[in-house]
């Protein structure tokens, strides 16, 4: 019988997962098949609930269910707990098991596309949500000496900030968007994480920073946002000499993680990869 996986987000607009994941169940011979749904915040409880009865495998969870559906699941992993976020759920007997595949996709991808060790370097994350969340655990866990948030909710910003720093205690705080505070702490930093959609298709003359800001060029820009490959960000990035690097690798290796939650088998990352910018392009 085959096996239902899939993403649930709001709004869904064009997702490459479904042909990353189609790909590689394809490439290992097994019976899967992974589909796109859209389920507004107040339909959360009921669609885990109709996905429990249609017995799916598992399920990916985006914008804007990572924070929101960890209580209503029926179990989540102790890094999961830790991050706040779930982005992947496995369906166990009918239990709802929550994972976080985010941060360990964004650290293999940093390490792997971006050549980038974050041991005692300087970091900024711009966004305070769920994929926020799971970026700056990673980089306080590998080893940060610095890191600062901003998001235009200064209170989420803040909160994200003092729980890193009660866990980890590392230096940094919430900064103000585009304050003279933030402009010092990116002058200093050795890297920029862009968490939010902005620059996202179909808006892709956005950027989380204005115009007139100023990156150096011994910075790292790596922007979560995949399509485009080349965002603002990091087109203006390239022009300022930074180095960059794209969400593409993050969403690629988080998805691998998941197909093995799910599946048990070891994923085909170049191929999932190649299905991803297949599907962009």
Known sequence: MRKVTGLIGFPLGHSVSPAMHNAAFKELGLDYEYSAFE???EDLAEALNGLRALHVAGFNVTIPHKETIVPLLDEVTKLA???GAVNTVVNQDGRLIGFNTDGAGFLESL???AGFEPKDKRGVVLGAGGASRAVCVMLAEAGVSEL???DLIEEKAKELSDYIDSYFGIKGGQLKVNSPELKKAVKQADLLVNTTP???APKVNAAPLPDNFVLPTKLLVYDLVYNPGATKLLTRAAA???RTCSGLG???RQGAIAFSIWTGKEAPLEVMRQAAQKALR
């Open 148 to 150: 600062y948030i901003s």
């Open 198 to 200: 902005i620059g996202m």
């Open 81 to 83: 707990r830790i991050i």
């Open 39 to 41: 389920v507004a915040p």
């Open 111 to 113: 390490k792997q596309d």
């Open 240 to 242: 300022a000499g930074c």
């Open 250 to 252: 993050m969403l690629v």
